[in-house]
């Protein structure tokens, strides 16, 4: 099973880079700034060949890929004829442009995954069957009552479709509706095997709403297929939800947490930060319960390595957008050299973080959260 997951991580990684270094690449190219050299692989070329300005080549070494821009790189020499199609002397907006584009093309992957999401493979939607009855319900500290679940005589696996006439097709509908009529009489249409009946029973309230007394049936499931416009919405929405969230956990990654996490101090839990050998497990595990998990998985790796990839400090691509800004803002022009130790001081930190988590992902993973 490792050699499973280190060959899927290595796959992973492959992908992720190419999209990467590939949004780049179009962007260097829509700007006018020239590229030397697009790489699918690393190591000697199987095969390249020369087409305008740019070496494209096939290499051994298929774990990703790589991308040249002229003068990006300080110690690069650039002939006179060229300067003008360099990365340093192109205009700002030119250079931020093409220092988000691989970002953006990760951004652009995981909307159109979502979109895949909910339409057209569609997702598993809970349905109104009831896994469990309650019988008493804890309404204030030390106060029991029975549940009117209970005193209304429904039993583990009935369906119900309606409440007060009104259709429920799903948990979340009928949840909601259901919370409308806090100590209220409701009445409820239920399908129990080929029968179906109505009962009535009075909602308790909770926290403001009606409660019934009833857990969902977690395997009772249906796939839900948006339309392709509500789709479309819907992938926008769910990628700016999610971004916001991941904003937020980005500082855990640096927390004292994870630092105890690092040492062995604290166990890890399905919220603790993962390597890419972890993003693989869990993307891998995804793919054993449906095409729809795998594909929210998938996408919300790609806001991650979206948004991680915007960190401002070298050698992200956020550090290069931070020059630019700081020199587009002062008028100055900042020697990127002098930053190389900030780099090299990330390079090794991250190193170290990662090298320690892909070992606890190796030997001692977080168990497969789609499993009971």
């Known amino acids: 099973m490792v050699v499973v997951w280190v060959i899927v991580a290595i796959l992973f990684i492959a992908l992720m880079v190419l999209i990467h270094e590939g949004g780049h690449f179009l962007a260097a190219r829509a700007v006018g700034i020239k590229v030397k050299q697009f790489s ?47 990365y340093y002397r192109a205009k700002h907006w030119k250079r931020a442009v093409v220092v988000l584009a691989g970002s953006v093309s990760h951004l652009l992957v995981a909307i159109l995954l979502f979109f895949l999401f ?26 029991k009552v029975e549940s009117p679940a209970y005193k209304a005589g429904l ?44 009962v009535q029973a009075e909602l308790l309230e909770v926290e403001g709403r009606g409660l019934l007394g009833v857990e969902v049936d977690m395997n009772d499931t249906y796939t839900e297929r948006e339309s392709p416009s509500r789709a479309f919405i819907d992938a926008f929405k769910t990628t700016g939800e999610i971004c916001v969230l991941q904003v ?12 105890k996490i690092l040492i062995g101090a604290k166990e890890r839990t399905q919220e603790s930060p993962r390597s890419i050998i972890g993003a693989a497990q869990i993307t891998y595990q995804a793919a054993s319960v449906s095409p729809s998990v795998f594909i929210f998985i998938l996408a919300q790796i790609f806001l991650f390595l979206a948004i991680f990839n915007l960190i401002p400090l070298p050698p992200f691509d956020g550090g290069h957008l931070l020059v630019i800004i700081i020199e587009k803002l002062f008028h100055k022009e900042i020697d990127i050299r002098k930053l190389a130790p900030v780099a090299v001081a990330v390079i ?25």
């Open 155 to 198: 039993k583990k696996s009935d369906l119900i479709t309606h409440v007060n006439g009104k259709p429920v097709k799903n948990w979340g509908e009928l949840s909601e509706e259901l919370g409308k009529h806090p100590n209220e009489m409701v009445t409820l249409t239920v399908k129990r095997g080929s029968e179906s009946f109505k």
């Open 40 to 86: 699918i692989g690393f190591g000697p070329e199987i095969v390249g060949w020369d087409r305008g300005e740019t070496r494209y080549s096939l290499k051994w070494v298929l774990a990703g890929g790589s991308v040249k821009i002229l003068g990006m790189d300080p110690d690069e020499e650039v002939s006179p004829e060229d300067e003008p199609f360099s």
């Open 348 to 372: 090794v930190i991250l190193s170290i973080m990662a090298l320690r988590l892909a070992f606890l992902d190796v030997f001692k993973p977080i168990s497969n959260p789609f499993k009971p």
């Open 248 to 259: 937020k956990g980005l500082g855990q990654l640096f927390s004292p947490d994870t630092l």
């Open 118 to 143: 909910f339409w057209p493979v569609g997702y598993p939607v809970l349905t109104g069957r009831i896994g469990n009855v309650q019988k008493e319900i804890e309404i204030s500290e030390g106060k």
